[in-house]
């Protein structure tokens, strides 16, 4: 596995001002002048996850970086650990497990997939640590946070919008536009965020007078997914819902497009990175998700992160860096009001907890606060795939 230690990475000096409100400076009566705030990132940088996780580890270094040269949070510079759990659930869970005992980290961000939430999010939670969850979208993150239970989490935190808001507000809104009368769903069957993402399609589509003709289920390390493509395309349906990881919705739509289907992809959080985007390439345009996040928001807080993003790293953030960047935002900002004692290590992660419940930032997803039961109060994005990598936007629909 893969660790690192960062405190202020090496990115462009220019990009010392901090975006958002949250993190630099402090007050007399409140200084962490000469402590350390330590956070660990659970991440998939290769595996499955990989398309994801390296957007995500790029938005919290500059966030970082970006709040250690303005003066820290109260004068405490933050250093964060980013660990490569390589997508695997059982990896993920191992060094979650080192974070909280052996490096005594104050909070933990990730992990990339909802599968390795399964097991880190319930350890985090009996372990009284702070989580926040900055990509993970699938069923029961919040508010139970995978517990077989309906007691609701009280360390599980979430910024990346979750599935059960996406999925609907994406599949009214094309329904809206396009009145779709028949749908095919294509869904990996073997991992947690694309089976709760296929779920999620099921319940919703009869909502908007959409037919569900078929819900092909089928392994996401299988080679050849052509056969399953052909059963969708012949069905000729109007809609094919693909909810899975990586690069396979890219595959499955040049596939049907090589098959000459004509029709409308809609997914999920699958499909929100220029990875997958550039993938899919002509094939794509117009395949449409909804999204925690917009590129060509041009409200400060994101101009601003956008901006930064390309000085740093020479190309343009996606989703997952911006929720990732956002993610160290909320743990300063919370921090920063936490009035933390840095001797008092389980007192501080439960100050922090509950400072985390009250954030209110502008942030590059838009102002930003968690609902009473931690998951994301947001505007949501509804975007559609441009055909040469990237997304133009649809609609806007504000948080209720």
């Keep these: 596995m893969r660790r690192l230690r960062l405190g202020s990475v090496l990115v462009a000096a220019i990009i010392a001002a901090a975006c958002g409100s949250a993190g630099g400076g402090g007050t007399p009566a409140n200084s962490y002048a000469g402590k350390t705030i330590k956070l660990g990132a659970v991440l998939s940088i290769t595996g499955a996850g990989g398309v994801y996780g390296p957007q995500s580890r790029d938005g919290m270094n500059l966030a970082v970086d970006q709040i250690n040269k303005a003066g820290g949070v109260n004068g405490a ?40 939430a399964v097991a880190v999010h319930p350890l985090a939670e009996q372990q009284k640590i702070p989580i926040l969850a900055v990509s993970t979208t699938g069923i029961n993150i919040v508010p139970n946070c995978n517990f077989p239970s309906t007691v609701a989490c009280r360390y599980v935190f979430r910024d990346s919008l979750g599935e059960e808001t996406a999925i609907p507000d994406n599949i009214q809104s094309y329904a809206s536009d396009a009145h779709p009368s028949t749908g095919v769903l294509l869904v990996a069957q073997d991992d947690k965020f694309s089976s709760d993402g296929g779920k999620i399609v099921e319940a919703n589509v009869a909502k908007y007078n959409i037919n569900l003709l078929k819900t092909i289920k089928f392994n996401k390390a299988e080679a050849d997914l052509s056969p399953y493509v052909t059963t969708a395309v012949g069905l000729h349906p109007d809609v094919i819902f693909i909810t899975s990881l990586g690069g396979i919705p890219a595959k499955i739509m040049i596939e049907a497009r090589k098959q000459g289907w004509q029709g409308q992809f809609l997914g999920g959080n699958g499909f929100n990175t220029a990875t997958v985007s550039k993938n899919a390439g002509a094939a794509g345009l117009g395949a449409r998700s909804a999204s925690a996040w917009y590129l060509g928001n041009s409200f400060p807080s994101n101009a601003d992160f956008v901006t930064a993003f390309k000085t740093a790293y020479g190309h343009d953030p996606d989703q997952f860096a911006a929720q990732g960047y956002t993610g160290i935002k909320i743990i300063a900002d919370a921090a920063k009001r936490a009035n933390l004692t840095f001797s008092d290590l389980a007192g501080d992660r439960d100050r922090l907890r509950a400072a985390m419940e009250t954030v209110n930032i502008q942030s590059p997803l838009g102002p930003f606060q968690f609902t009473s ?13 441009d055909g040469q990598g990237g997304f133009t936007l649809v609609h806007e629909i504000k948080a209720s």
Excluded: E, R
């Design 77 to 116: 510079q933050i250093s964060l650990t980013v660990a490569d759990d390589a997508s695997l659930q059982s990896q993920s869970a191992q060094v979650a497990q080192t974070m909280i005992l052996s490096d005594q980290d104050l909070a933990l961000l990730g992990p990339t997939l909802s599968n390795s």
């Design 373 to 385: 039961t931690h998951d994301v109060k947001q505007t949501v994005w509804v975007i559609k795939m």
